[in-house]
């Protein structure tokens, strides 16, 4: 495979359940991200991992919880999630976490908490 | 702060028509870079272009123009002979660093383009 991939693309999950999503990059990549995307709303930055170090925490609630186990992999873990985190959760890439890289991004998983 | 505006939320062309994007930006650094994502409705978003703040030549690729007026804090895009597969949501970004040293990328809220056939 190339580029960045997500797993899931779609998930419903209650309030009660615990899931996770998962991001690779096949792209050499060394610097991770996670984005939330609402409707209407801007993109919203979550975390930025670079070289597996998060370096980045938007103030985003406990509940969502990211894990870099190594600079290909990114995850996000979700538990006691809320309606209004019904969203398209982005992932992304870059070379490094330098502000002029470009990020490429995954396909997103659609969720929608119930 | 950074702040990217992109104040049409909604565009609808004919096929073959041009449409021009526009995108004003805010950032009190020196040196940033500009970029323009597109979001089909597939949901993954495609890189299209990055521009430098030192670099103001337009650009072409295609189909597509970018013209960066840095006097007018401005990147607009222009699809010339717009097509139906150019129908998606497209997205100006301005990168600049936070107060780490690390990257922050502030999007705009997108414009949704409808290509009528």
């Known amino acids: 495979e190339t580029g960045v991939t997500q797993t899931p693309r779609h998930l419903v999950m209650g309030m009660t359940n615990k899931k996770s999503l998962k991001c690779e990059q096949h792209?050499?990549?060394?610097?991770m991200y996670w984005y939330k995307q609402s409707a209407k709303k801007p993109l919203e930055l979550m975390f930025v991992?670079?070289?597996?170090?998060?370096?980045e925490n938007n103030s985003v609630p406990s509940r969502f919880s990211p894990e870099c186990p190594n600079s290909s992999h990114l995850f996000l873990h979700l538990h006691t999630l809320q309606p209004e985190d019904s969203a398209l959760y982005l992932c992304?890439?870059?070379?490094?976490?330098?502000?002029?890289?470009?990020?490429?991004f995954g396909p997103g998983t659609r969720l929608l908490v119930l | 702060a950074q702040k990217v505006t992109q104040a049409q939320t909604e565009i609808s062309v004919v096929e073959k028509e041009d449409v021009t994007l526009d995108c004003v930006y805010e950032?009190?650094?020196?040196?940033?870079?500009l970029f323009w994502y597109k979001q089909p409705p597939s949901g993954e978003l495609v890189f299209l272009i990055r521009r430098n703040s030192f670099d103001e030549q337009n650009e072409i690729s295609g189909r597509y123009s970018w013209n960066f007026q840095k006097s007018t804090s401005s990147f607009n895009f222009t699809i010339t002979a717009s097509q139906v597969v150019d129908s998606a949501v497209y997205f100006c970004?301005?990168?600049?660093?936070?107060?780490?040293?690390?990257?922050?990328?502030?999007f705009g809220t997108g414009t949704k383009l409808q290509v009528i056939p």
């Open positions: 970004a301005l990168s600049g660093l936070n107060s780490g040293g690390y990257q922050k990328v502030t």
């Open positions: 950032t009190r650094d020196t040196t940033y870079y």
């Open positions: 991992y670079s070289l597996e170090e998060r370096v």
């Open positions: 792209l050499g990549h060394n610097a």
């Open positions: 992304a890439s870059s070379r490094t976490a330098w502000e002029k890289e470009t990020q490429y």
